[in-house]
DNA sequence: GAGTGACCGAAAATGGTTTTTGGTCAATCA
DNA sequence: TGATTGACCAAAAACCATTTTCGGTCACTC
């Protein structure tokens, strides 16, 4: 059996998505690097788009397979959460492909890496409204619309981790599940 | 005493800026807008973003007229935030200027109409601050960070607001006040 | 028949030229 | 004589014709 071009062509494009970015990868780049004809690239993919697409879903796949290992059942569910989103919000940041895109998107608003960020972020909601749900039943949190609920804790914990620090001494992990507890968990209310 | 060139200016340089956004307003339009020549509107300021910034004041003394209009100290806390935040939205969606101001960002990034909508953004921060302290004072609310609280309230209200609908269901003011009410004021833990 | 790379049209980058624009200031009022 | 003006300037932006790049195809090769 030949070598799998398959794999070599995903590897490679996955290298240079990482290195340059969705824009600044060519096509006849990626055939190079993976060693293969740029026609063998569109034996497996029909366009740029797919090869990335299929590249997105296993960086998502990755990071829900990261997400997971950061869940303890033995702990709280906010203890889960903020440790599972500080632990996404560290990939984003540390993880080549992933940090590219957000580069990419800040500074070029390239559309698909756009896209790519919001099936990312989509995937986490869902992951997110998931937990929740589980929460729910288990009696942790009160009846509440999962998908709702899992929006508001990652928007906020993002704000905070990311735009607050904008104006304001940055929070650190400690302080960020405080303020989750404090605000979500008792409420504002006095009592 | 002559007609007072300065306020024909800044009526003109509004008006002009309402209608065609900070980067596409001339010095030369708001001269002839005004009646006067281009030379005298530097004898009143220094460069163009100073006249811009002089007429960003009276938009958000204007904005701080309308929450304070909408502030009934009878009602609740969770009340009046939640309504002065929904008057605050829709100032920014049907006021001219601010509604120019957040196109031109979204369209073109112009640098200047940024940090105009972010000088928004910090004084509707700042009122809402005093606002929570004085809800604190008087037994309202929990002791707490008023910048972090404000910080949480608006970034939550202007998320669900604006990008919920995105992916979801638009939520309705009294929607927007009972979800504020039940997850920050009681909280989402049990009992 | 799996694999390739020369080839194609469309889109984007380039760069040199023209136009626009924020800001100045000598001339001109009043 | 001090307020007002608009021709003027340099720098930035817009334009536009030309070239280059790039995603995708397909006749050919092995």
Chains 1, 2 share one sequence.
């Not at 508001?152 to 704000?159: S, T």
Request: net charge negative; charged share 30%; aromatic share 10%.
């Amino acid at each position: 059996m030949s070598i799998d071009r398959r794999k070599l062509i995903v590897d490679a494009a996955t290298q240079s998505f990482a290195l340059y970015g969705y824009k600044a990868t060519t096509m006849d780049q990626v055939a190079k690097l993976a060693g293969v004809g740029k026609g063998t690239i569109y034996t497996f993919f029909t366009t740029k788009e797919e090869l990335f697409d299929e590249i997105m879903n296993s960086l998502i796949q990755d990071m829900k397979r990261v997400a997971d290992q950061e869940y303890d059942p033995g702990r709280t569910f906010f203890d889960n959460l903020s440790r599972i989103l500080s632990r996404m919000l560290d990939y984003r940041e540390k993880h080549q492909l992933a940090h590219k895109m957000v580069q990419e998107v800040r500074d070029m608003g390239t559309p698909k890496a756009t896209e790519g960020l919001n099936r990312i972020e989509r995937a986490l909601l869902g992951y997110i409204e998931v937990k929740i749900g589980t929460a729910v039943e288990k009696g942790e949190l009160k009846p509440c619309d999962p998908g709702l609920t899992a929006f508001i804790l990652v928007k906020l914990y993002f704000a905070l981790a990311t735009e607050w620090p904008k104006s304001n001494e940055p929070l650190d992990k400690e302080s960020m599940t405080d303020i989750f507890r404090s605000y979500l968990m008792d409420g504002i209310a006095p009592q």
